[in-house]
Structure formats: structure tokens, C-alpha cells
């Protein structure tokens, strides 16, 4: 496969359709670790339980990434589109 890709177009080639996935990587990495942080610095858990802390950093963490996918998942359908086309 690799040698199939290299010989349509060479090195550059290999990296078809890189830029669309840092489109999508750094906003969904930012909004992700952004909503994250947030969620957890404004949240009083000196007094949860260890479980509960646990369960805490779950929802946070499910939260900010269900955004993040959200808000960026056109731009995932976007960069698809646009690989399977080439």
C-alpha cells in the first residue's frame, strides 16, 4: 500500500490529508483539556470520598471530550470527505 501511495506522488503523498487532521486535532485538543481544567479547578473535592473524586474525574473528562467531539466532528467530516476524494 505503501508503495502504491509513493508511486502516485512521492514523499508528499505519504502525508495526503495531514493538514485537515491538525485542523481538527489542536481545536478539539484545546476545547478537550480547556473544559477539562476548568471543570476541575472550579469544583470543591476536598471532602469526596476517593470514589467519589473518581467518579468526579470521569464525568469531567466524558464531559469535555462529548464537547470537543461535538464541536469539531464537522471538521472531522470535512477532512473524510476530502481523503476519500483523492
Known amino acids: ?3 502504491t501511495i509513493y508511486s502516485k506522488g512521492g514523499v508528499r503523498n ?3 490529508g495531514n493538514a485537515g487532521t491538525l485542523m481538527r486535532k ?3 485538543a484545546g476545547l478537550e483539556w480547556g473544559i477539562y481544567d476548568y471543570l ?3 469544583s470543591d ?3 469526596y470520598s476517593k470514589i467519589a473524586k473518581c467518579v ?3 464525568c469531567a473528562g466524558a464531559f469535555s471530550g462529548l ?3 461535538t464541536v469539531t466532528h464537522p ?3 470535512i477532512r473524510t470527505r476530502v481523503a476519500a476524494n483523492t
Do not use: G, R, S, W
Open 1 to 3: 500500500m505503501i508503495k
Open 75 to 77: 471538521i472531522d467530516t
Open 40 to 42: 476541575m479547578l472550579n
Open 67 to 69: 464537547v470537543a467531539q
Open 26 to 28: 489542536f481545536p478539539y
Open 14 to 16: 505519504l502525508y495526503n
Open 56 to 58: 468526579h474525574e470521569l
Open 45 to 47: 473535592t476536598a471532602n
